[in-house]
Protein backbone atom coordinates (compact mmCIF):
# COMPACT_ATOMS: atom_id res chain seq x y z
CA UNK A 1 0.00 0.00 0.00
CA UNK A 2 2.70 2.12 0.91
CA UNK A 3 4.66 1.50 -2.31
CA UNK A 4 2.52 4.33 -4.16
CA UNK A 5 4.39 6.77 -1.50
CA UNK A 6 7.54 6.16 -3.44
CA UNK A 7 6.56 7.62 -6.58
CA UNK A 8 7.28 11.49 -6.86
CA UNK A 9 4.65 11.59 -9.21
CA UNK A 10 2.29 9.98 -6.97
CA UNK A 11 3.25 11.90 -3.83
CA UNK A 12 2.32 15.02 -5.83
CA UNK A 13 -1.24 13.38 -6.75
CA UNK A 14 -1.79 12.67 -3.65
CA UNK A 15 -1.51 16.62 -2.10
CA UNK A 16 -3.12 17.61 -5.04
CA UNK A 17 -5.92 14.68 -4.71
CA UNK A 18 -6.59 15.50 -1.10
CA UNK A 19 -7.20 19.49 -1.80
CA UNK A 20 -9.46 18.48 -4.35
CA UNK A 21 -11.63 16.33 -1.88
CA UNK A 22 -11.59 18.77 0.93
CA UNK A 23 -12.22 22.34 -1.13
CA UNK A 24 -14.48 21.24 -4.02
CA UNK A 25 -17.61 19.90 -1.81
CA UNK A 26 -16.79 22.84 0.46
CA UNK A 27 -17.69 25.55 -2.42
CA UNK A 28 -20.25 22.71 -4.00
CA UNK A 29 -22.34 22.84 -0.92
CA UNK A 30 -23.36 26.60 -1.53
CA UNK A 31 -23.68 25.97 -4.95
CA UNK A 32 -26.27 23.65 -4.96
CA UNK A 33 -27.80 25.98 -2.45
CA UNK A 34 -28.01 28.47 -4.88
CA UNK A 35 -29.11 25.97 -7.38
CA UNK A 36 -25.81 27.11 -9.48
CA UNK A 37 -25.12 23.35 -9.49
CA UNK A 38 -23.85 24.00 -13.20
CA UNK A 39 -21.26 26.95 -12.60
CA UNK A 40 -18.65 25.15 -11.76
CA UNK A 41 -18.83 23.07 -15.31
CA UNK A 42 -19.18 26.50 -17.30
CA UNK A 43 -16.24 27.96 -15.69
CA UNK A 44 -14.28 25.21 -16.21
CA UNK A 45 -14.82 25.29 -20.08
CA UNK A 46 -13.90 29.18 -19.73
CA UNK A 47 -10.44 27.83 -18.12
CA UNK A 48 -9.93 25.88 -21.11
CA UNK A 49 -9.67 29.13 -22.76
CA UNK A 50 -7.33 30.21 -20.00
CA UNK A 51 -5.13 26.83 -20.37
CA UNK A 52 -4.60 27.53 -24.01
CA UNK A 53 -3.62 31.21 -23.32
CA UNK A 54 -1.10 29.69 -21.34
CA UNK A 55 0.46 27.08 -23.37
CA UNK A 56 0.33 30.09 -26.47
CA UNK A 57 2.42 32.25 -24.36
CA UNK A 58 4.92 29.62 -22.72
CA UNK A 59 3.24 30.59 -19.21
CA UNK A 60 1.86 28.20 -16.57
CA UNK A 61 -1.73 27.33 -17.70
CA UNK A 62 -2.72 27.01 -14.14
CA UNK A 63 -1.77 30.49 -13.52
CA UNK A 64 -3.47 31.78 -16.95
CA UNK A 65 -6.75 29.05 -16.12
CA UNK A 66 -6.81 31.18 -12.78
CA UNK A 67 -6.74 34.23 -14.57
CA UNK A 68 -9.08 33.61 -17.18
CA UNK A 69 -11.77 31.75 -15.31
CA UNK A 70 -11.97 34.33 -12.58
CA UNK A 71 -12.63 37.06 -15.24
CA UNK A 72 -15.15 34.25 -16.82
CA UNK A 73 -16.63 34.31 -13.59
CA UNK A 74 -17.11 37.97 -12.88
CA UNK A 75 -18.59 38.42 -16.28
CA UNK A 76 -21.00 35.65 -15.78
CA UNK A 77 -22.10 37.33 -12.61
CA UNK A 78 -22.50 40.86 -14.39
CA UNK A 79 -24.75 39.14 -17.68
CA UNK A 80 -26.85 37.44 -15.39
CA UNK A 81 -27.52 40.43 -13.93
CA UNK A 82 -27.35 43.41 -16.21
CA UNK A 83 -28.67 42.17 -19.35
CA UNK A 84 -31.31 39.70 -17.50
CA UNK A 85 -30.07 36.48 -19.13
CA UNK A 86 -31.39 33.70 -16.76
CA UNK A 87 -28.71 32.17 -15.20
CA UNK A 88 -28.66 28.66 -17.25
CA UNK A 89 -28.41 31.09 -20.65
CA UNK A 90 -25.53 32.81 -19.07
CA UNK A 91 -23.64 29.37 -18.33
CA UNK A 92 -24.22 28.25 -21.78
CA UNK A 93 -22.47 31.51 -23.21
CA UNK A 94 -19.81 30.53 -21.28
CA UNK A 95 -19.50 26.87 -22.19
CA UNK A 96 -19.37 27.98 -26.07
CA UNK A 97 -17.29 30.97 -25.69
CA UNK A 98 -14.43 28.94 -23.41
CA UNK A 99 -14.43 25.76 -25.78
CA UNK A 100 -14.53 27.51 -28.52
CA UNK A 101 -11.56 30.17 -27.15
CA UNK A 102 -9.92 27.04 -26.17
CA UNK A 103 -9.93 25.50 -29.49
CA UNK A 104 -8.57 28.55 -31.04
CA UNK A 105 -6.12 29.37 -29.40
CA UNK A 106 -4.68 26.19 -29.03
CA UNK A 107 -4.70 26.08 -32.81
CA UNK A 108 -2.14 29.16 -32.78
CA UNK A 109 0.07 27.26 -30.30
CA UNK A 110 3.24 25.97 -32.10
CA UNK A 111 4.05 21.88 -31.64
CA UNK A 112 0.20 21.71 -29.96
CA UNK A 113 -3.12 20.24 -31.11
CA UNK A 114 -6.46 19.29 -29.40
CA UNK A 115 -4.57 16.20 -27.90
CA UNK A 116 -2.78 18.90 -25.52
CA UNK A 117 -6.00 20.14 -24.12
CA UNK A 118 -6.85 15.92 -23.79
CA UNK A 119 -4.89 16.29 -20.52
CA UNK A 120 -6.54 19.00 -19.37
CA UNK A 121 -10.12 17.78 -20.55
CA UNK A 122 -9.77 14.39 -18.59
CA UNK A 123 -7.38 15.49 -15.87
CA UNK A 124 -3.93 13.79 -15.81
CA UNK A 125 -3.19 14.12 -12.39
CA UNK A 126 0.32 12.35 -12.75
CA UNK A 127 1.73 15.15 -14.50
CA UNK A 128 1.36 17.70 -11.95
CA UNK A 129 5.09 19.44 -11.61
CA UNK A 130 5.84 21.26 -8.45
CA UNK A 131 5.20 24.34 -9.13
CA UNK A 132 1.79 23.46 -9.77
CA UNK A 133 0.92 21.94 -6.37
CA UNK A 134 2.08 24.90 -4.94
CA UNK A 135 -0.18 26.84 -6.90
CA UNK A 136 -2.91 24.61 -6.00
CA UNK A 137 -1.76 24.81 -2.08
CA UNK A 138 -1.88 28.85 -2.03
CA UNK A 139 -5.76 28.26 -3.87
CA UNK A 140 -6.76 25.91 -1.63
CA UNK A 141 -5.86 28.02 1.45
CA UNK A 142 -7.58 31.06 -0.21
CA UNK A 143 -10.79 29.36 -0.66
CA UNK A 144 -10.95 28.05 2.43
CA UNK A 145 -9.82 31.58 3.47
CA UNK A 146 -12.99 32.76 2.16
CA UNK A 147 -15.64 30.57 2.97
CA UNK A 148 -14.51 31.05 6.71
CA UNK A 149 -15.03 34.16 6.56
CA UNK A 150 -17.39 34.74 4.53
CA UNK A 151 -19.74 31.52 5.17
CA UNK A 152 -22.14 32.88 7.15
CA UNK A 153 -23.27 35.61 4.84
CA UNK A 154 -22.90 33.46 1.94
CA UNK A 155 -25.59 30.99 3.74
CA UNK A 156 -28.22 33.86 3.71
CA UNK A 157 -27.40 34.85 -0.25
CA UNK A 158 -27.90 30.92 -1.39
CA UNK A 159 -31.15 30.57 1.09
CA UNK A 160 -32.81 33.88 -0.14
CA UNK A 161 -31.26 36.54 -2.01
CA UNK A 162 -33.91 39.17 -1.11
CA UNK A 163 -33.79 38.58 2.19
CA UNK A 164 -29.71 39.06 2.06
CA UNK A 165 -30.27 42.36 0.55
CA UNK A 166 -33.18 43.24 3.65
CA UNK A 167 -30.11 42.07 5.87
CA UNK A 168 -28.08 45.16 4.22
CA UNK A 169 -25.93 42.33 2.78
CA UNK A 170 -23.18 43.33 0.34
CA UNK A 171 -25.36 41.13 -2.35
CA UNK A 172 -23.34 41.83 -5.80
CA UNK A 173 -20.08 41.56 -4.03
CA UNK A 174 -20.87 38.61 -2.55
CA UNK A 175 -22.12 36.74 -5.50
CA UNK A 176 -19.30 37.99 -7.43
CA UNK A 177 -17.38 36.76 -4.36
CA UNK A 178 -18.89 32.78 -4.87
CA UNK A 179 -18.51 33.02 -8.35
CA UNK A 180 -14.71 33.93 -8.36
CA UNK A 181 -13.70 31.53 -5.21
CA UNK A 182 -15.67 28.61 -7.62
CA UNK A 183 -13.67 29.66 -10.33
CA UNK A 184 -10.55 29.00 -8.41
CA UNK A 185 -11.74 25.73 -7.27
CA UNK A 186 -12.41 24.99 -10.38
CA UNK A 187 -8.36 25.26 -11.01
CA UNK A 188 -7.36 23.21 -8.23
CA UNK A 189 -9.56 20.67 -9.61
CA UNK A 190 -8.41 20.73 -13.37
CA UNK A 191 -5.47 19.03 -12.77
CA UNK A 192 -7.13 15.91 -11.24
CA UNK A 193 -10.13 15.17 -13.06
CA UNK A 194 -10.00 17.65 -15.74
CA UNK A 195 -11.99 20.82 -16.91
CA UNK A 196 -15.31 18.15 -18.08
CA UNK A 197 -15.44 16.46 -14.53
CA UNK A 198 -14.33 19.37 -12.23
CA UNK A 199 -17.97 19.85 -11.51
CA UNK A 200 -18.72 16.30 -10.78
CA UNK A 201 -16.50 17.11 -7.51
CA UNK A 202 -18.05 19.91 -6.65
CA UNK A 203 -21.73 18.26 -6.37
CA UNK A 204 -22.09 14.59 -6.15
CA UNK A 205 -20.41 14.09 -2.69
CA UNK A 206 -23.22 17.18 -1.94
CA UNK A 207 -25.99 15.33 -3.42
CA UNK A 208 -25.00 12.16 -1.60
CA UNK A 209 -24.29 14.21 1.62
CA UNK A 210 -27.94 15.41 1.63
CA UNK A 211 -29.30 11.92 1.08
CA UNK A 212 -27.91 11.24 4.98
CA UNK A 213 -28.70 14.78 6.40
CA UNK A 214 -31.15 17.63 7.66
CA UNK A 215 -28.56 20.21 8.35
CA UNK A 216 -26.56 22.65 6.05
CA UNK A 217 -23.32 21.88 8.00
CA UNK A 218 -23.63 18.36 8.58
CA UNK A 219 -24.29 18.16 4.71
CA UNK A 220 -20.61 19.56 4.13
CA UNK A 221 -19.02 17.76 6.66
CA UNK A 222 -20.54 14.73 4.87
CA UNK A 223 -19.52 16.10 1.58
CA UNK A 224 -16.27 16.75 2.22
CA UNK A 225 -15.27 13.39 4.08
CA UNK A 226 -17.02 11.87 0.54
CA UNK A 227 -14.87 14.39 -1.44
CA UNK A 228 -11.89 12.90 0.38
CA UNK A 229 -12.55 9.50 0.37
CA UNK A 230 -13.61 9.44 -3.47
CA UNK A 231 -10.46 11.85 -4.82
CA UNK A 232 -8.24 9.11 -2.54
CA UNK A 233 -9.78 6.14 -3.22
CA UNK A 234 -10.28 6.67 -6.58
CA UNK A 235 -6.64 7.90 -7.24
CA UNK A 236 -5.40 4.65 -5.40
CA UNK A 237 -7.81 2.04 -7.26
CA UNK A 238 -6.59 4.12 -10.20
CA UNK A 239 -2.68 3.25 -9.60
CA UNK A 240 -2.90 -0.24 -9.06
CA UNK A 241 -5.54 -0.92 -11.78
CA UNK A 242 -4.03 1.17 -14.41
CA UNK A 243 -7.39 3.00 -15.09
CA UNK A 244 -8.11 7.03 -15.74
CA UNK A 245 -7.52 8.77 -12.42
CA UNK A 246 -10.14 11.40 -12.94
CA UNK A 247 -12.94 9.17 -14.20
CA UNK A 248 -12.28 6.76 -11.23
CA UNK A 249 -12.48 9.27 -8.78
CA UNK A 250 -15.67 10.33 -10.43
CA UNK A 251 -17.38 7.39 -11.23
CA UNK A 252 -16.39 6.63 -7.54
CA UNK A 253 -18.29 9.28 -6.35
CA UNK A 254 -21.32 8.46 -7.94
CA UNK A 255 -21.07 4.79 -6.32
CA UNK A 256 -21.58 6.81 -3.03
CA UNK A 257 -24.36 8.44 -4.11
CA UNK A 258 -25.98 5.64 -4.87
CA UNK A 259 -25.10 3.65 -2.31
CA UNK A 260 -26.52 7.38 -0.01
CA UNK A 261 -29.63 7.30 -1.98
CA UNK A 262 -30.81 3.91 -1.18
CA UNK A 263 -29.16 4.36 2.83
CA UNK A 264 -30.78 7.88 2.84
CA UNK A 265 -34.25 6.14 1.55
CA UNK A 266 -33.73 3.18 4.35
CA UNK A 267 -33.01 5.91 7.26
CA UNK A 268 -35.97 8.17 6.26
CA UNK A 269 -38.48 4.92 6.74
CA UNK A 270 -37.17 3.64 9.63
CA UNK A 271 -37.82 7.20 11.52
CA UNK A 272 -40.96 7.47 9.71
CA UNK A 273 -41.67 4.30 11.46
CA UNK A 274 -40.79 5.08 15.25
CA UNK A 275 -42.36 8.58 14.24
CA UNK A 276 -39.62 10.09 16.17
CA UNK A 277 -40.14 13.46 14.51
CA UNK A 278 -43.90 12.76 13.80
CA UNK A 279 -44.68 14.61 10.61
CA UNK A 280 -46.74 17.69 10.99
CA UNK A 281 -50.30 16.60 9.69
CA UNK A 282 -51.09 19.53 7.57
CA UNK A 283 -48.05 19.68 4.53
CA UNK A 284 -47.11 19.66 1.34
CA UNK A 285 -43.83 19.32 1.27
CA UNK A 286 -43.16 15.31 1.87
CA UNK A 287 -39.88 14.57 3.15
CA UNK A 288 -38.36 13.45 0.65
CA UNK A 289 -38.93 15.95 -2.25
CA UNK A 290 -36.89 19.09 -2.10
CA UNK A 291 -39.69 22.03 -2.64
CA UNK A 292 -41.87 23.82 -0.49
CA UNK A 293 -45.58 24.17 -0.05
CA UNK A 294 -48.40 25.30 -2.41
CA UNK A 295 -48.57 28.97 -1.69
CA UNK A 296 -51.43 29.25 -2.76
CA UNK A 297 -53.88 27.46 -0.89
CA UNK A 298 -54.29 27.11 2.92
CA UNK A 299 -55.20 23.32 2.59
CA UNK A 300 -53.74 20.82 0.37
CA UNK B 1 -26.42 52.28 17.08
CA UNK B 2 -26.02 51.22 20.91
CA UNK B 3 -24.29 47.31 21.06
CA UNK B 4 -26.66 47.36 24.14
CA UNK B 5 -29.43 47.36 21.49
CA UNK B 6 -32.14 45.75 23.51
CA UNK B 7 -34.89 45.05 21.16
CA UNK B 8 -37.33 47.49 22.69
CA UNK B 9 -38.79 50.14 20.65
CA UNK B 10 -37.89 53.64 20.20
CA UNK B 11 -39.78 55.68 22.77
CA UNK B 12 -38.83 59.08 22.72
CA UNK B 13 -41.08 61.42 21.36
CA UNK B 14 -38.89 62.99 18.49
CA UNK B 15 -37.78 59.84 17.43
CA UNK B 16 -38.06 59.59 13.29
CA UNK B 17 -40.54 57.50 11.70
CA UNK B 18 -39.33 53.95 11.65
CA UNK B 19 -39.71 54.04 7.69
CA UNK B 20 -40.34 57.11 5.52
CA UNK B 21 -41.99 56.84 1.84
CA UNK B 22 -42.10 60.34 0.16
CA UNK B 23 -43.60 60.85 -3.23
CA UNK B 24 -42.44 57.22 -4.11
CA UNK B 25 -42.65 55.87 -7.94
CA UNK B 26 -41.53 52.21 -8.71
CA UNK B 27 -42.23 50.57 -12.56
CA UNK B 28 -41.54 47.38 -13.71
CA UNK B 29 -40.08 47.11 -16.95
CA UNK B 30 -41.71 50.94 -17.87
CA UNK B 31 -44.90 49.70 -16.24
CA UNK B 32 -45.79 52.04 -13.20
CA UNK B 33 -46.22 50.08 -9.75
CA UNK B 34 -45.93 52.76 -6.99
CA UNK B 35 -47.59 56.38 -8.58
CA UNK B 36 -46.43 58.92 -5.78
CA UNK B 37 -46.93 57.08 -2.20
CA UNK B 38 -46.43 59.01 0.84
CA UNK B 39 -46.23 56.85 3.86
CA UNK B 40 -44.95 57.92 7.69
CA UNK B 41 -44.94 54.82 9.96
CA UNK B 42 -44.13 56.58 13.04
CA UNK B 43 -41.52 53.57 15.49
CA UNK B 44 -43.63 51.67 17.48
CA UNK B 45 -46.78 51.10 15.53
CA UNK B 46 -48.10 48.22 13.97
CA UNK B 47 -49.95 49.08 10.72
CA UNK B 48 -50.90 46.85 7.66
CA UNK B 49 -50.27 47.60 4.09
CA UNK B 50 -53.59 46.48 2.63
CA UNK B 51 -55.14 46.23 -1.18
CA UNK B 52 -55.65 44.06 -4.13
CA UNK B 53 -53.47 42.28 -5.79
CA UNK B 54 -51.61 44.27 -8.10
CA UNK B 55 -52.27 46.92 -6.13
CA UNK B 56 -48.13 47.77 -5.48
CA UNK B 57 -48.21 46.72 -1.74
CA UNK B 58 -45.72 44.19 -1.86
CA UNK B 59 -43.36 46.67 -4.01
CA UNK B 60 -44.03 49.40 -1.45
CA UNK B 61 -42.93 47.18 1.12
CA UNK B 62 -39.95 45.59 -1.02
CA UNK B 63 -38.60 49.51 -1.73
CA UNK B 64 -38.82 50.39 1.69
CA UNK B 65 -35.73 47.59 2.23
CA UNK B 66 -33.99 48.27 -0.88
CA UNK B 67 -34.68 45.51 -2.62
CA UNK B 68 -36.51 47.19 -5.65
CA UNK B 69 -35.22 50.76 -6.63
CA UNK B 70 -37.59 53.49 -6.89
CA UNK B 71 -37.65 55.41 -9.93
CA UNK B 72 -38.32 58.66 -8.22
CA UNK B 73 -39.13 60.02 -4.67
CA UNK B 74 -37.24 58.76 -1.88
CA UNK B 75 -37.25 56.00 1.38
CA UNK B 76 -36.11 56.88 5.08
CA UNK B 77 -35.54 54.30 7.11
CA UNK B 78 -34.79 55.48 11.03
CA UNK B 79 -34.69 58.93 9.39
CA UNK B 80 -31.64 57.97 7.36
CA UNK B 81 -31.73 58.07 3.21
CA UNK B 82 -32.42 54.15 2.68
CA UNK B 83 -28.88 54.56 0.78
CA UNK B 84 -27.00 55.74 2.98
CA UNK B 85 -28.56 53.37 6.14
CA UNK B 86 -26.37 50.67 7.72
CA UNK B 87 -28.06 50.02 11.08
CA UNK B 88 -29.61 46.78 9.29
CA UNK B 89 -30.05 44.55 12.45
CA UNK B 90 -33.10 47.00 13.63
CA UNK B 91 -35.00 45.63 10.56
CA UNK B 92 -36.13 42.05 10.89
CA UNK B 93 -37.74 41.86 7.28
CA UNK B 94 -40.29 38.26 7.34
CA UNK B 95 -40.34 37.22 3.36
CA UNK B 96 -43.67 35.71 2.24
CA UNK B 97 -42.11 32.19 1.99
CA UNK B 98 -39.07 30.04 2.86
CA UNK B 99 -37.60 29.86 -0.47
CA UNK B 100 -35.71 26.48 1.01
CA UNK B 101 -32.94 27.67 -0.69
CA UNK B 102 -31.63 24.82 -3.12
CA UNK B 103 -31.71 21.21 -2.42
CA UNK B 104 -29.45 21.53 0.46
CA UNK B 105 -31.17 20.43 3.49
CA UNK B 106 -30.98 23.52 6.37
CA UNK B 107 -32.65 22.38 10.42
CA UNK B 108 -34.96 24.95 11.71
CA UNK B 109 -31.93 26.25 14.44
CA UNK B 110 -29.59 26.66 11.30
CA UNK B 111 -32.15 29.36 9.39
CA UNK B 112 -33.78 30.93 12.48
CA UNK B 113 -29.44 31.64 13.33
CA UNK B 114 -28.63 33.20 9.84
CA UNK B 115 -31.46 36.00 11.15
CA UNK B 116 -28.44 36.68 13.18
CA UNK B 117 -25.89 37.75 9.69
CA UNK B 118 -26.41 41.38 10.06
CA UNK B 119 -25.44 41.44 14.07
CA UNK B 120 -22.28 39.35 13.99
CA UNK B 121 -19.02 40.33 13.14
CA UNK B 122 -17.44 38.38 10.53
CA UNK B 123 -14.88 34.96 11.52
CA UNK B 124 -17.03 35.34 15.17
CA UNK B 125 -18.15 32.06 16.61
CA UNK B 126 -21.73 32.25 18.25
CA UNK B 127 -21.89 33.40 21.62
CA UNK B 128 -24.30 32.69 24.62
CA UNK B 129 -26.29 35.39 23.89
CA UNK B 130 -26.68 34.75 20.18
CA UNK B 131 -27.44 31.54 21.06
CA UNK B 132 -29.87 32.27 23.73
CA UNK B 133 -31.47 34.88 21.17
CA UNK B 134 -31.76 31.66 18.88
CA UNK B 135 -33.68 29.71 21.82
CA UNK B 136 -35.69 32.75 22.86
CA UNK B 137 -37.11 33.06 19.05
CA UNK B 138 -37.70 29.64 18.77
CA UNK B 139 -39.66 29.73 22.03
CA UNK B 140 -41.53 32.75 20.70
CA UNK B 141 -43.40 30.46 18.23
CA UNK B 142 -43.59 27.75 19.80
CA UNK B 143 -40.73 26.09 17.95
CA UNK B 144 -38.34 25.01 20.45
CA UNK B 145 -39.08 21.26 20.06
CA UNK B 146 -38.50 21.23 16.17
CA UNK B 147 -35.17 22.83 16.29
CA UNK B 148 -33.13 20.02 14.97
CA UNK B 149 -35.54 18.88 11.98
CA UNK B 150 -34.84 19.97 8.70
CA UNK B 151 -37.46 22.97 7.50
CA UNK B 152 -38.30 21.70 4.20
CA UNK B 153 -40.23 18.43 6.93
CA UNK B 154 -42.03 21.37 8.37
CA UNK B 155 -45.77 22.51 7.08
CA UNK B 156 -46.31 25.83 5.34
CA UNK B 157 -47.93 27.35 8.43
CA UNK B 158 -44.91 26.30 10.63
CA UNK B 159 -42.15 27.43 7.74
CA UNK B 160 -43.79 30.59 7.91
CA UNK B 161 -43.37 30.44 12.22
CA UNK B 162 -39.72 29.67 11.14
CA UNK B 163 -39.16 32.92 9.10
CA UNK B 164 -40.59 34.85 12.10
CA UNK B 165 -38.30 33.58 14.17
CA UNK B 166 -35.36 34.18 11.93
CA UNK B 167 -36.36 37.81 12.31
CA UNK B 168 -36.43 37.62 15.94
CA UNK B 169 -33.16 36.10 16.37
CA UNK B 170 -31.60 38.99 15.19
CA UNK B 171 -33.19 41.18 18.20
CA UNK B 172 -34.54 44.01 15.74
CA UNK B 173 -37.09 46.34 16.98
CA UNK B 174 -38.62 47.16 13.41
CA UNK B 175 -40.60 44.50 11.71
CA UNK B 176 -41.50 43.80 8.20
CA UNK B 177 -43.67 40.88 7.06
CA UNK B 178 -44.81 40.14 3.70
CA UNK B 179 -48.25 38.31 3.91
CA UNK B 180 -47.57 36.18 6.92
CA UNK B 181 -51.10 34.73 6.68
CA UNK B 182 -51.15 33.86 3.31
CA UNK B 183 -51.34 29.78 2.90
CA UNK B 184 -51.35 29.31 6.68
CA UNK B 185 -53.71 27.10 8.01
CA UNK B 186 -55.99 28.44 11.20
CA UNK B 187 -54.27 27.51 14.43
CA UNK B 188 -51.16 28.46 12.70
CA UNK B 189 -52.45 32.25 11.79
CA UNK B 190 -53.28 32.38 15.77
CA UNK B 191 -50.29 31.46 16.65
CA UNK B 192 -48.50 33.67 14.23
CA UNK B 193 -51.54 36.78 15.39
CA UNK B 194 -49.87 35.92 18.94
CA UNK B 195 -46.60 36.65 18.66
CA UNK B 196 -47.29 39.70 16.55
CA UNK B 197 -49.26 41.09 19.73
CA UNK B 198 -46.44 40.37 21.59
CA UNK B 199 -44.14 42.17 19.06
CA UNK B 200 -46.59 45.08 19.65
CA UNK B 201 -46.57 45.03 23.51
CA UNK B 202 -42.64 45.02 23.37
CA UNK B 203 -42.87 48.34 21.07
CA UNK B 204 -41.71 47.23 18.37
CA UNK B 205 -42.64 48.86 14.83
CA UNK B 206 -44.71 46.17 12.97
CA UNK B 207 -45.47 46.43 8.95
CA UNK B 208 -47.26 44.29 7.99
CA UNK B 209 -48.23 43.64 4.01
CA UNK B 210 -51.55 41.50 4.01
CA UNK B 211 -53.84 40.49 1.71
CA UNK B 212 -56.85 40.87 4.47
CA UNK B 213 -57.05 41.54 7.94
CA UNK B 214 -58.58 38.35 9.00
CA UNK B 215 -56.90 36.94 12.92
CA UNK B 216 -54.64 40.26 13.14
CA UNK B 217 -57.69 42.58 13.29
CA UNK B 218 -57.27 43.13 17.08
CA UNK B 219 -53.98 43.91 16.58
CA UNK B 220 -53.47 46.48 13.70
CA UNK B 221 -53.44 50.08 15.00
CA UNK B 222 -53.63 51.77 11.44
CA UNK B 223 -54.18 50.66 7.52
CA UNK B 224 -53.18 51.99 5.11
CA UNK B 225 -55.04 50.57 1.21
CA UNK B 226 -53.01 50.78 -1.54
CA UNK B 227 -54.47 50.82 -5.10
CA UNK B 228 -53.08 51.20 -8.23
CA UNK B 229 -49.75 52.52 -6.50
CA UNK B 230 -51.67 55.06 -4.53
CA UNK B 231 -52.69 55.03 -1.00
CA UNK B 232 -56.58 55.65 -0.83
CA UNK B 233 -57.34 54.87 2.76
CA UNK B 234 -54.75 55.77 5.52
CA UNK B 235 -56.44 55.73 9.09
CA UNK B 236 -58.21 52.60 11.40
CA UNK B 237 -58.37 49.25 9.84
CA UNK B 238 -61.69 48.79 7.47
CA UNK B 239 -64.44 46.88 9.10
CA UNK B 240 -64.45 43.52 8.17
CA UNK B 241 -66.35 43.45 4.74
CA UNK B 242 -67.95 40.33 3.74
CA UNK B 243 -67.03 36.67 4.35
CA UNK B 244 -63.56 36.77 3.16
CA UNK B 245 -62.71 38.93 5.39
CA UNK B 246 -63.57 37.23 8.98
CA UNK B 247 -60.89 35.91 10.58
CA UNK B 248 -59.87 32.57 10.27
CA UNK B 249 -61.57 32.62 6.80
CA UNK B 250 -59.58 30.10 5.00
CA UNK B 251 -59.08 32.36 1.71
CA UNK B 252 -57.90 30.83 -1.84
CA UNK B 253 -54.82 32.89 -3.18
CA UNK B 254 -56.08 33.58 -6.71
CA UNK B 255 -52.68 34.52 -7.39
CA UNK B 256 -49.74 31.71 -8.23
CA UNK B 257 -46.91 33.87 -7.85
CA UNK B 258 -45.58 34.18 -4.66
CA UNK B 259 -44.20 37.77 -4.84
CA UNK B 260 -47.27 39.29 -6.04
CA UNK B 261 -45.21 41.55 -8.59
CA UNK B 262 -47.91 44.23 -9.32
CA UNK B 263 -49.03 44.74 -12.38
CA UNK B 264 -52.15 46.92 -12.07
CA UNK B 265 -54.98 44.97 -13.28
CA UNK B 266 -56.86 42.53 -11.06
CA UNK B 267 -55.69 39.15 -11.29
CA UNK B 268 -56.92 36.98 -14.48
CA UNK B 269 -56.05 33.80 -15.24
CA UNK B 270 -54.47 35.70 -18.38
CA UNK B 271 -51.90 37.55 -16.90
CA UNK B 272 -50.42 35.02 -14.43
CA UNK B 273 -47.57 34.76 -17.09
CA UNK B 274 -47.22 38.19 -17.13
CA UNK B 275 -46.61 38.83 -13.56
CA UNK B 276 -44.16 36.02 -13.95
CA UNK B 277 -41.94 37.77 -16.51
CA UNK B 278 -42.07 40.73 -14.40
CA UNK B 279 -40.04 39.86 -11.52
CA UNK B 280 -36.60 40.98 -11.50
CA UNK B 281 -33.66 39.91 -10.12
CA UNK B 282 -35.19 36.16 -9.98
CA UNK B 283 -33.57 33.25 -11.07
Known sequence: MTELLHYEFMQRALIAAVLVGLVTPVIGTFLVQRRLALLGDGIGHVALTGV??????????????????????????????????????????????????????????????NATLTS?????VSTVAEEDIWIVVVLAVGVLAVLAIFGRELFVLCQDEEVARAHGLPVRFLSILLAVTAALTVVIAMRVVGVLMVSALMIIPVAAAQQLSRSFRVTM????????????????????SDLAPGATIVLLALLVYCVAVVVGGVLRRVTRRRGSTPLPPVSGSPTDTMIQTDRGKVTP | MSAQFTGEGDHTPDAPPAFQAIDAHAAYDGVPVLNGVDLRIPSGQTMAVLGPNGSGKSTLMRAMLGIVPLTSGEIRIHGTPLRRFRDWKRIGYVPQRLTAGGAVPATVREIVASGQVARRRRLSLSTKADRAAVDD????????DRAGDAVRELSGGQQQRV?????????????????????????????LARAIAR??????TVVLVLHELGPLENVIERAVVLEHGRAVHDGAPPEADGECARPGHEHQHPHPDPNDPDPRVAPTDAHTEIVRLEVPHRD
Open chain 2, 163 to 191: LIARALAGRPDTFVMDEPMAGVDAENQRA
Open chain 2, 137 to 144: ALAAVDLS
Open chain 1, 120 to 124: FLFGS
Open chain 1, 52 to 113: ALGLLTSTSPVVTAAVVATLGAVLMELVRVRTRTSGDVALALLFYGGIAGGVLLIGLTPGAS
Open chain 1, 221 to 240: GLAVLIGLASSLGGLTTSFY
Open chain 2, 199 to 204: LREQGS
